[in-house]
């Protein structure tokens, strides 16, 4: 597959529409950066220039007069893939809330970049500034391309693990209703907790998960809603922020790793010693 882009500077936009059909449609795909007119119109699908919006042909520009439409190149080519069934609908709406009509509108000049906020946009233009010859511009693009080949690559399969996930976190909160505690128990490590929330975990009688990490077994303070930094019950006030013997000596458990001192995550070096922390403090009740 052959995409074309426009050469010289380049924009958020232009890469992140090339990274969504190479991690979407394509991984093999070839970008060439030119204006030539005969390549462009060569191409399987062009972004970003030759002054067409049509989809069912793979024209993917917006700075022709004839559009007036909010969308950049990047969110021309992520509502043709979700329409293409090319990314999954809750993953195209987390990508089109988080990232790309961002992008779109710093793009447009509907608004400018966050200042005091890191974001992609100014990353991509820091990479751009690398540049001062055709090639310099070809070779920084193309590593632009790759940095959000790899975003994007994580966000799918952040997405896909939170899919697997919702029916052991469904299991889990009925699990804990029935058994009368207010801690969901999982086997193994899963992407919880939008999961949980979205499955009514606000109101849910949960207040803890524990799960296998790696060689440990962590407490976790469930928050009251999915991006908040609160915790519906923080653990016990006596652990904050010790670890080991003395974190063991306090709760009465061998096997204590470490508490944070904000109270939301304990760490235990076994399921029976975390299991026994919150018997003995009484973490699956609430009085």
């Known amino acids: 597959m052959l995409v074309a882009t426009h050469s010289g500077p380049f924009h958020c936009d232009d890469v992140f529409a090339c990274a969504l059909l190479r991690t979407f449609l394509e991984p093999e795909l070839r970008c ?69 009509t961002y992008i779109d509108a710093v793009d447009n000049g509907a608004r400018q970049p966050d200042e005091d ?16 010859s055709p090639e ?25 693990r ?10 889990a909160m009925a699990k804990a209703v029935a058994d009368g505690t207010r801690v969901m128990i999982f086997d193994q490590h ?11 975990g606000a109101d849910h009688p949960t ?5 296998p990490d790696g060689d440990s077994w962590r407490i976790l303070a469930i928050p009251p809603e999915q991006e908040s930094f609160d915790n519906k019950r923080p653990l016990p006030a006596q652990w904050a922020g010790l670890v080991d013997e003395e974190l063991s000596r306090v709760i009465g458990v061998e096997g204590a790793r470490f508490c944070h001192k ?11 010693a975390a299991e026994a922390a919150i018997d003995k403090w009484g973490l699956a009740t609430r009085v």
């Open 32 to 100: 060439i950066r030119t204006r030539d007119l005969q390549k462009i119109a060569a191409a399987d699908i062009a972004i970003d220039v030759g002054g067409q919006y049509d989809p069912a042909r793979g024209r993917f520009d917006h700075h022709q007069r004839e559009y007036d439409g909010p969308l950049s190149s990047a969110g021309m080519v992520l509502q043709w893939l979700s329409d293409e069934g090319k990314v999954s609908a809750a993953l195209a709406d987390t990508l089109r809330v988080q990232w790309v």
């Open 117 to 132: 906020v890191p974001c992609l946009p100014t990353v991509i233009g820091a990479i751009c500034e690398q540049a001062r």
């Open 136 to 160: 310099e511009f070809d070779a920084r693009y193309a590593e632009a391309v790759q940095m959000c080949v790899a975003m994007l690559t994580g966000l799918r399969q952040a997405e896909e």
């Open 162 to 171: 939170t899919e697997a996930a919702r029916a052991a976190v469904a299991s």
């Open 190 to 200: 899963y992407k919880w907790k939008r999961a949980y929330f979205e499955q009514g």
């Open 207 to 211: 207040d803890y998960t524990l799960f």
């Open 262 to 272: 904000n109270r939301f995550i304990a760490v235990f070096a076994t399921r029976a």
